[in-house]
């Protein structure tokens, strides 16, 4: 089974840190060229998938080599070849007669800045061509070339120190490794997929089921058959999302006629992407974790067009799209799903929002911010119900009481339990017009 460990890095000197600093700049730049001359094709073509391998990447490698090495100048054309193979599957199921999921028309894969204003630098080594050894001290050694090891006097491989411990440190086969410098932290961080004996699990997947409800101030809500929920709470991100949206405008407003972008523009563009792409790593990584140990080997979520229809507002829209990326997290989501065997189903989720997980009613309910209620007597967090109604909707599983709900809430390195996970039990209901033995959707089941 497929698992990934990811950890930061640091060089060991200040030459290594500039000889890494090079090789990542170089393989941004690699990847820039490789994907220009398949642009300039596709465009060229029309469209057409064929111009596209057509591309002379064999002189891009000879001429790159000498810095990145042979093994990961291949590496960063093949991953570009994965990229544009991508774009032609979304684009065939975009105009699919019986495509639903694919909703936006997708784009060809896009540049890694340039030289001037800074590029995304990042680059992916073979699995032949790093090492890693955990222990005391934890180092990670990766091939360069020679004209690199010239330029610096280095001899050998680049040797890094590992901070932190890994989730997996023994395995069976390493896969690709992906390095990139992570601009929220100025960290650099690598990405090391691993293939685990079956034996490792600490719980084998169970026959549990979960729903997911994706919002704009609570980012997630989830509710399991097992009777858990979990909310993952997002009004600070969105905040600060939205003060460097408001930076980035001010600064458009201070442009010189003629001019659309600055250097400290894309910079702060670049860094509000990156902060929310480690937002949703981290949430997916820590949902997915729960979910696995709670024997759920089946995760329902709603398709986009759903989202669309339930949120109507232009902040919430821009909350749910510009923020958050929804088509992004979804593909996080399956991804990341797949290392620990679950299976992600897109279903509708129209109408959960606004119906009572108690008595089924659509019509009578209210929501009012982060509470819905309803006549029957049923009043709890409005996210969490959705989520309940969602997962009833679609499985067959019988949906346990639901206990007390753990809400988390992001740090900028991790998602942690939040106080208010503490507070009273999230659901407050009527007693007179609720049965003693009756299911609680948010909150801790009714004592006799």
Not at 227 to 244: D, H, N, S
Not at 303 to 325: C, I, P, R
Not at 403 to 431: C, G, I, L, M, N
Request: glycine share 6%; with cysteine; net charge negative.
């Amino acid at each position: 089974m497929k698992r990934t460990n990811t950890f930061a890095v640091r060089p060991l000197s200040e030459s290594g840190e500039q000889l890494l600093v090079d090789l990542l700049d170089a393989s941004a730049a690699l990847w820039n060229e490789v994907n220009y001359e398949r642009l300039m094709r596709y465009n060229d073509e029309e469209g057409f998938e064929g111009g596209v391998w057509d591309a002379d990447t064999g002189s891009l490698e000879g001429q790159y080599k000498g810095v990145l090495g042979a093994s990961t100048a291949q590496q960063v054309i093949r991953t570009n070849s994965e990229a544009w193979r991508g774009f032609f599957r979304l684009k065939d199921q975009y105009h699919g007669e019986s495509n639903t999921l694919v909703t936006e028309h997708p784009e060809p894969p896009g540049f890694r800045g340039n030289e001037d204003d800074g590029r995304q630098l990042k680059t992916v080594i073979r699995n032949t061509s790093y090492t890693v050894e955990w222990g005391e001290r934890s180092r990670l050694e990766i091939l360069v070339g020679s004209e690199l090891k010239d330029r610096y006097d280095h001899t050998g491989r680049l040797r890094l120190e590992i901070a932190g411990d890994p989730n997996w440190p023994e395995y069976e086969k390493q896969g690709r490794l992906d390095l990139w410098y992570d601009e929220t932290d100025s960290t650099v961080r690598a990405s090391q997929p691993v293939t685990v004996s079956e034996d490792v699990r600490d719980t084998p997947l169970a026959d549990e089921t979960a729903a997911l409800d994706i919002g704009a101030n609570n980012l997630v809500a989830c509710t399991t058959t097992t009777g858990k929920q979990y909310l993952y709470e997002g009004r600070e991100l969105f905040q600060r999302f939205r003060e460097t949206t408001r930076e980035i405008a001010r600064l458009q407003s201070k442009l010189e006629d003629g001019r659309y972008s600055s250097k400290r523009i894309r910079r702060l563009y670049r860094k509000r992407t990156r902060r929310r792409e480690h937002a949703q790593e981290a949430l997916c990584r820590d949902l997915l974790e729960r979910l696995y140990e709670d024997g759920v080997n089946t995760v329902y979520i709603g398709g986009l067009t759903d989202v669309l229809e339930t949120y109507w507002s232009v902040e919430t829209n821009a909350k749910t799209h510009n923020f958050w990326a929804f088509k992004q997290f979804t593909e996080r989501l399956a991804c990341t799903a797949e290392e620990y065997g679950i299976a992600i189903e897109v279903r509708s989720e129209a109408w959960t929002s606004q119906a009572c997980p108690q008595c089924g009613s659509t019509d009578r309910t209210t929501r009012h911010q982060d509470t819905l209620t309803c006549p029957c007597g049923f009043e709890g967090h409005a996210d969490l119900a959705a989520s309940e109604t969602f997962l009833k909707r679609h499985t067959s599983n019988a949906v346990r009481p639901m206990a007390r709900p753990v809400r988390f809430e992001w740090d900028d390195h991790t998602w942690s339990e939040s106080p208010r996970s503490h507070r009273p039990k999230e659901q407050r209901t009527d007693q007179s017009t609720v049965p003693r033995d009756g299911n609680v959707a948010s909150g801790e089941s009714q004592a006799v």
